[in-house]
């Protein structure tokens, strides 16, 4: 074996006209070692000259990898209906103050109070012969004679109380007064006063939940 290889050796080195070099083959590269007569080693694709010593070496050419199969598109992403959701929120019930002309305090859901009317009174006369004439009589207009000093019904006027709002916090503390108040007099009330008792304090719970947070 080794006597083989020594003698392949020689066969590599001598100059390219020495033997008959095959063609590279059809799915392969060849390369060529080219030794100079200083020894430098050169790689090429052409036989080396005459002045040059080469080996050949048979290669695989590279392939391409095959293509990839293309992957297939996705569907599209289902559209999402956003849903919309409308939200009320409903403002606080306001409550206001009132105060009459008389001085009293009370408490109203309305800015009007409680409006009413008051009747109003003025003086009347008595034609003749009602009664007996009093001193410093006159008679009337036409030759009745009449009497001043009766006071009689002379219509009505609206009475408007003066009101203000009063803030958040202090309604809330007002309805939890108005509720504690109602507790203490279900206890000494009637039994038929009670049902009106409880239809209050449910409304007072309801307002204190929506408008207060429950307390």
Do not use: F
Request: net charge positive; charged share 20%; aromatic share 6%.
């Amino acid at each position: 074996m080794r006597a083989c290889l020594l003698l392949l050796v020689p066969l590599l080195l001598l100059p390219s006209p020495a033997w008959a070099v095959d063609p590279p083959p059809s799915d392969g590269v060849r390369i060529y070692r080219c030794v100079g007569a200083n020894g430098a080693i050169s790689l090429q694709d052409a036989p080396c000259t005459q002045a040059h010593r080469q080996q050949v070496l048979d290669m695989v050419r590279p392939k391409d990898p095959p293509p990839r199969p293309a992957s297939p598109t996705p569907p599209p992403a289902p559209v999402v209906e956003r849903e919309v959701r409308v939200v009320t929120v409903q403002p606080p019930q306001p409550m206001y103050e009132c105060v009459t002309a008389e001085g009293e305090r009370y408490t109203s859901d309305s800015a009007d109070g409680n409006p009413r009317w008051v009747p109003t009174w003025t003086y009347g006369y008595l034609p003749h012969g009602h009664g007996p004439r009093p001193p410093g009589g006159h008679p009337h207009p036409g030759g009745i004679p009449a009497r001043p000093g009766v006071i009689i019904p002379g219509g009505s006027v609206l009475v408007r109380d003066s009101c203000h709002a009063l803030p958040q916090q202090e309604v809330c503390a007002r309805l939890r007064d108005s509720r504690w108040d109602l507790v203490r007099r279900y206890n000494s009330a009637l039994q038929s006063e009670r049902q009106r008792l409880v239809r209050e304090q449910r409304g007072i719970e309801a307002r204190l939940n929506q408008d207060c947070g429950g307390w």
